[in-house]
């Protein structure tokens, strides 16, 4: 069984870097089927896609393109956990962000399958 | 991006009765391989999303068969035949053909 276990401040500064992780259980982050995802939601904006990490002979990363520039999402393949950074945040950027595996199974196209636990970031001062 | 347009964003819902949700995509999502990949998610409050129904009218393991999508091409509907008090929480429409995936804004049900 997959689980993810989320862990990070629940408050940033603004201007400030928000810092997330995501802890894997039970598959690899080096997985060659997996990808390793960061979804937000707020009551403005619903579910957000933020961007994934994931592996096939080498690494890649895809981000939106409403936080590109301001994000990273990175592995750490020796604690099977992966990161969340996004930086000069706003109070625009208050959200529970949640840590997901994405995957594309032929019989059943695309799906996020396991989600951690979401975690409420507040901007504020 | 494809962008997914749900309504209602609310919906009171009497216990036993039906209950329908409509989602509409900016762009076809029949895929280049025949298939139509769209998803709908169910969000019970305090918990995390999980998938109901993929590519239209599938529904995943464990769902009641209550639960029911139709639709093709830009327009899709998820149906609840009589709801229950534990159907009550917030329904997305997903489309997995175009990257980037994108979700719709939500659809919040409730009991009247």
């Known amino acids: 069984q997959v689980q993810l276990q989320q862990s990070g401040p629940g408050l940033v500064k603004p201007s400030q870097t928000l810092s997330l992780t995501c802890a894997i259980s039970g598959d690899s982050v080096s997985s060659n089927s997996a990808a390793w995802t960061w979804i937000r939601q707020s009551p403005s904006r619903g579910l957000e896609w933020l961007g994934r990490?994931?592996?096939?002979?080498?690494?890649?990363?895809d981000y939106a393109v409403s936080v590109k520039g301001r994000i990273a999402i990175n592995p750490d393949t020796s604690k099977n956990q992966f990161s969340l950074q996004l930086n000069s945040v706003t109070p625009e950027d208050t959200a529970v962000y949640y840590c997901?595996?994405?995957?594309?199974?032929?019989?059943?196209?695309?799906?996020?399958?396991?989600w951690g636990q979401g975690t409420l970031v507040t901007v504020s001062s | 991006d494809v962008v997914m347009t749900q309504s209602p964003l609310s919906l009171p819902v009497t216990l036993g009765q039906p209950a329908s949700i409509s989602c509409r995509s900016s762009q076809s999502l029949v895929s280049s391989d025949g298939n139509t990949y769209l998803n709908w998610f169910q969000q019970r409050p305090g918990q995390s999303p999980r998938r109901l129904i993929y590519k239209v009218f599938n529904r995943d393991s464990g769902v009641p068969d209550r639960f029911s999508g139709s639709g093709s091409g830009t327009d899709f509907t998820l149906k609840i035949s009589r709801v229950e008090a534990e159907d009550v929480g917030v329904y997305y429409c997903?489309?997995?053909?175009?990257?980037?995936?994108?979700f719709g804004h939500g659809t919040k049900v409730e009991i009247k």
């Open positions: 990490t994931y592996y096939r002979s080498k690494w890649y990363n």
């Open positions: 997901a595996r994405g995957s594309f199974p032929a019989a059943t196209g695309p799906n996020f399958d396991y």
């Open positions: 997903m489309q997995g053909t175009h990257w980037p995936w994108t």
